[in-house]
C-alpha cells in the first residue's frame, strides 16, 4: 500500500507538523517508534475508508498471515459450514436472515444441515434478484458472498490480529513459545448469558470468493466447557481449568480472526492433567477506563466481537417473529 508523500516528508523532517500534530499524536502507541507508529495507524485509517465506502465489513478483515500461503483443502461440508457461519456473523446479511425467517416459517422444523442448504440457496437467489436493479458495491459484494467460497483455499501457520501472534498448534509444537490457545466470546445453549468458549488453533484458512474476495478463519479444537464437572472448573480466585481430554461434541470449529482473543494454558498442579487458562493482554494495547458520573466503566477492545453459533440465529430470529 502507498503512503502519502506529504506524511514521508513529514516524518522526514524529525519533528510533528503544527497542522498535524494532533492526530499524529493520538497515533503514537510506541514511544521507541514514533514514525512506524504514525505511518501504521495512516495505513488502518486508509483501510478504513475504503472498507467504509459501501463494501460488506467482512471482505475487510484486520490483521496479516504469519509465513507462505500453502493450498489446502475441505470436504464439501467443512466448505458449507464455514460459508453458513460467515453469512451468519456478516451484519449485512442479518435483515436477510431475518427475511427468511419471516417467510419461511416451515424451515424453522428443519435440521440444521437441511436449513443451511435451504437458506444458501434461497439467499443467492434473492441477491441476484436484487441484483439485477441495483449494481452498487454492497450488492455486488453480496453477489460474491451468495456465491460461496471456491475451492481454492489457502492456509498458513499463523496470523497476526487484535494484537495477538497466533500459531497453529503443528506448528507451535516446534517451539519453546505457546501461541495457539484461542478464546472466543460466545452464548451457551440454556440461555443468553455470554460464555468463554476456549480451544486451540489448527488450521488458519483463508477462503476466496469470487470477484476477488477472501475471508480468512480460525479453525479450532473447542474444549467442553458446557461440562462444568468434567469439563471446566472455577476455583474460589476465578481461575478457570480446563480438561485438555475432553472437547465439544459439536462439528462448529470456524471463527472470524476478529473474534479470537489469546490465552495461554499452564499445567494446573491441583488438578492433575487439567490446564489452568491464562487471558493475556494485547500487544501495544491497554485497558482504558472511562469514569462517568462517579461510575467506573471498562472499555473493552471494540475489534473483539461475539461468536455466532451456526443455530444461534435461526432460534433467535424465530424467537423474534412469536
Not at 472470524?256 to 499452564?266: G, T
Request: proline share 3%; net charge negative; aromatic share 10%.
Amino acid at each position: 500500500m502507498l503512503v502519502d508523500r506529504s506524511l514521508c516528508q513529514r516524518l522526514g523532517k524529525g519533528s510533528l507538523d503544527p497542522r498535524t500534530q494532533t492526530t499524529d499524536r493520538g497515533l503514537i502507541y510506541g514511544p521507541a517508534c514514533p514514525e512506524g507508529c504514525i505511518v501504521e495507524g495512516y495505513i488502518a485509517i486508509e483501510c478504513m475508508t475504503l472498507c467504509s465506502s459501501g463494501g460488506l465489513s467482512i471482505f475487510c478483515q484486520p490483521g496479516r498471515t504469519l509465513g507462505a500461503k500453502t493450498p489446502c483443502e475441505l470436504e464439501a461440508d467443512e466448505l458449507e459450514q464455514a460459508h453458513i457461519y460467515i453469512l451468519k456473523n456478516c451484519d449485512e446479511v442479518l435483515p436477510f436472515l431475518e427475511e427468511f425467517a419471516q417467510t419461511h416459517e416451515n424451515a424453522r422444523h428443519l435440521s440444521n444441515a437441511e436449513w443451511s442448504q435451504q437458506f444458501i440457496e434461497w439467499f443467492k437467489d434473492r441477491v441476484a434478484q436484487l441484483h439485477k436493479g441495483d449494481d452498487s458495491r454492497m450488492i455486488e459484494d453480496l453477489m460474491s458472498l451468495s456465491r460461496g467460497p471456491t475451492q481454492y483455499l489457502r492456509c498458513s501457520n499463523g496470523y497476526v490480529v487484535n494484537g495477538y501472534r497466533f500459531h497453529v498448534e503443528d506448528y507451535d509444537k516446534k517451539l519453546r513459545t505457546q501461541n495457539c490457545g484461542v478464546v472466543v466470546l460466545g452464548e451457551n445453549d440454556k440461555d443468553s448469558e455470554n460464555l468463554d468458549y476456549y480451544g486451540v488453533l489448527t488450521d488458519v484458512i483463508e477462503l476466496q470468493f469470487v470477484m476477488d474476495k477472501r475471508v480468512v478463519l480460525f479453525r479450532c479444537n473447542w474444549f467442553d466447557v458446557y461440562d462444568e464437572i468434567k469439563g471446566v472448573k472455577k476455583d474460589e480466585y476465578d481461575f478457570v481449568s480446563v480438561n485438555p481430554g475432553r472437547f465439544l461434541k459439536i462439528n462448529e470449529p470456524f471463527v472470524l480472526v476478529n473474534q479470537a482473543s489469546q490465552v495461554f494454558y499452564a499445567n494446573d498442579n491441583s488438578n492433575k492433567g487439567w490446564q489452568v487458562v491464562m487471558k493475556t493482554q494485547p500487544r501495544d494495547s491497554f485497558e482504558i477506563i472511562e469514569q462517568m458520573n462517579d461510575d467506573i466503566i471498562e472499555l473493552g477492545s471494540p475489534s473483539q466481537k461475539k461468536r455466532k453459533r451456526t443455530n444461534e440465529v435461526q432460534d433467535e430470529t424465530s424467537q423474534d417473529r412469536k
